[in-house]
């Protein structure tokens, strides 16, 4: 059809991970353990849960369109001002704010191959040329990234920790990079698991820095259990966020999710209680990979990457891990053809993930 444009005909469609409805019904199981898109499995935090219910009835109205009282609660926690503070359906809704924001016909994009699939999405079909950097020992390679930067270089995107690798840039290696990259040019620094990478010694946390040419992005959808709701959040310059909030879709996000935003952020516990099972369930992962002799990278985020030798054997093994009722995700479509994703569930889940992975490997 020619009205489509060639770069949108080209995009490949984004696979989400498989429904758990879906496999039930093609598998007859009744159980299903869904390890597949990095969720919290402790769920919603019980408080959003009750200012959820307790305000559907407003739903009738629009939401705020300014989101002053999210805004004004994410300023305060995180000592900014409210001026400094833009919140978006979800981390990608201001991702593509963002692009729609900045970008000018002749601007160029730097990022890393095979890291975050939303942001590959938005950069491939925002019609600017891309600069794919390949990573280096399943990291960002930000040498390379500096080097790449040229007069037409308007926007950088890090995932920090990546998904779907679980690396993580330290400090050293920022603060390199950031000393080759001019202020011309905007450094989008997405930090949707930070909650579990915070407390690695080395870990850039963006609000230290505070820089006039970093958009900082976090998201509810991780730590904080609302994925469904699409809500995520970003802290910047006033003048960046000013004009982001100009082109942002002035309803979004929806008054639901700007009201369990707000009640997840009251709610420590539950936050505490999900980076503690987290952080547990890694050290339970590892210990188990290793006795199984499956290789994989240490994670700094809610999820481990399993690498395996072939893209034969990785999409074998997910499969009869799913035909026991557990969905992982193979990473082939994110450019790993030969790792398996596991996020971390609940223990039972993730032993009966390793139950399964020992039977099918028969260690
Ligand atoms: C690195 C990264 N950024 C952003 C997101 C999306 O976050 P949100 O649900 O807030 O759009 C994800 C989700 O998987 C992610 O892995």
């Not at 891309?130 to 890090?158: F, Q, R, S």
Request: aromatic share 10%; hydrophobic share 40%; charged share 25%.
């Amino acid at each position: 059809m020619p009205l489509v444009p060639k770069n949108i005909k080209e995009l490949t469609p984004y696979k989400p991970g498989k429904p758990i409805k879906e496999v039930q019904r093609e598998l007859g199981l009744d159980k299903i353990y869904k390890l597949a898109s990095n969720e919290n499995p402790l769920g919603p935090s019980p408080l959003a849960i009750q200012a959820i219910e307790k305000n559907l009835s407003s739903s009738h109205r629009y939401p705020d369109a300014s989101g002053f009282e999210l805004r004004m609660k994410l300023a305060e926690k995180f000592n900014v001002k409210l001026d400094n503070v833009v919140i978006g359906a979800g981390s990608e809704g201001i991702m593509g704010t963002i692009m729609r924001t900045f970008l000018l016909s002749e601007d160029e994009i730097i990022t890393a191959a095979n890291s975050f699939i939303g942001f590959t999405v938005l950069a491939r079909a925002s019609r600017r040329k891309v600069h794919w950097i390949p990573m280096k020992n399943h990291g960002y390679d930000l040498e390379a990234m500096a080097d790449c930067v040229n007069e037409y270089t308007k926007i950088i995107y890090i995932a920090n920790p990546d998904n779907p690798m679980g690396t993580y840039i330290t400090m050293k290696e920022f603060d390199e990079f950031y000393a080759h990259v001019p202020e011309r040019v905007l450094i989008i620094l997405d930090e949707a698991y930070f909650e579990f990478a915070q407390y690695l010694d080395d870990y850039p946390d963006s609000m230290y820095y505070r820089y006039d040419n970093v958009i900082t992005l976090r998201t509810f959808s991780k730590a904080y259990g609302l994925a469904g709701l699409r809500i995520g959040y970003g802290f910047a310059h006033d003048q960046l966020i000013t004009n982001l909030m100009k082109v942002k879709p002035p309803f979004e996000p929806s008054s639901i999710a700007q009201i369990a935003g707000y009640a997840a952020l009251e709610d420590s516990e539950h936050l505490d209680k999900t980076v503690k099972l987290v952080h547990e369930e890694l050290k339970y992962f590892y210990q188990a990979l290793n006795q199984l002799s499956i290789h994989y990278l240490h994670s700094s985020a809610n999820f481990v990457t399993t690498i395996w030798e072939s893209i034969h054997q990785a999409g074998s093994v997910c499969q009869k891990v799913l035909e026991k009722g557990i969905i992982l995700r193979h990473l082939e479509p994110f450019g790993w053809p030969n790792c398996i994703r596991i996020s971390i569930g609940l223990h039972k889940e993730n032993e009966q993930c390793i139950d399964a992975l020992r039977t099918i490997l028969r260690r």
